[in-house]
T-cell receptor
């Protein structure tokens, strides 16, 4: 069974803390994605990566960075967490080739920044 | 990215068919129509996709209008487990990312 796992389901951090959200996929996918989901705003793409050490900005990259040192792992980093980064964070992966390759999503991490 | 329009919510009864509409009047020739759904407390999951012809799979059917300006996701026999938010997404043939709209919240009554 294909799987995308995220390090935590729930996380509570304080303003100014550095936060790491980890995502691992076991499907040998080239593409990996980080989204955030907020009520009324839907899912918005933060960053994606199509290869190890490669990254592309999504629609809302401000305040975030990413790291992809290994093909199966994609990390989202909040350098200095702020309350407006309280959200549900979703990781996804897909194959690189083919326009219709489905994205597989993890269960999400609900982050609260106090 | 071309835009899609879906009703905010729909309601149906268990074991009845459900037709979820999507309008995409600005679709381009290279846009694929994708459907994903998000069950409560889970990440989205792929349902089906198509380009021009109607498509069937084990989860659903996708009916695409001849001018491609609209499509309909069909759940042939809804179950309680089908209660979810359904997203209709246009994806350019060369693009890697998905752009999610607000989707349709489907409620299934027992």
């Amino acid at each position: 069974d294909v799987k995308v796992t995220q390090s935590s389901r729930y996380l509570v951090k304080r303003t100014g803390e550095k936060v790491f959200l980890e995502c691992v996929q076991d499907m040998d996918h080239e593409n990996m994605f980080w989204y955030r989901q907020d009520p009324g705003l839907g899912l918005r793409l933060i960053y994606f990566s199509y290869d190890v050490k490669m990254k592309e900005k999504g629609d809302i990259p401000e305040g975030y960075s990413v790291s992809r040192e290994k093909k199966e792992r994609f990390s989202l980093i909040l350098e200095s967490a702020s309350t407006n980064q309280t959200s549900m964070y979703l990781c996804a992966s897909s194959l690189l080739e083919g326009a219709y390759n489905e994205q597989f999503f993890g269960p999400g991490t609900r982050l609260t920044v106090l | 990215d071309a835009k899609t329009t879906q009703p905010n919510s729909m309601e149906s009864n268990e074991e009845e068919p459900v037709h979820l509409p999507c309008n995409h009047s600005t679709i381009s020739g290279t846009d694929y129509i994708h459907w994903y759904r998000q069950l409560p407390s889970q990440g989205p999951e792929y349902v089906i996709h198509g380009l021009t012809s109607n498509v069937n799979n084990r989860m659903a059917s996708l009916a695409i209008a001849e001018d491609r300006k609209s499509s309909t996701l069909i759940l042939h026999r809804a179950t309680l487990r089908d209660a979810a938010v359904y997203y209709c997404i246009l994806r350019d043939g060369g693009a890697q990312k998905l752009v999610f709209g607000q989707g349709t919240r489907l409620t299934i009554n027992p």
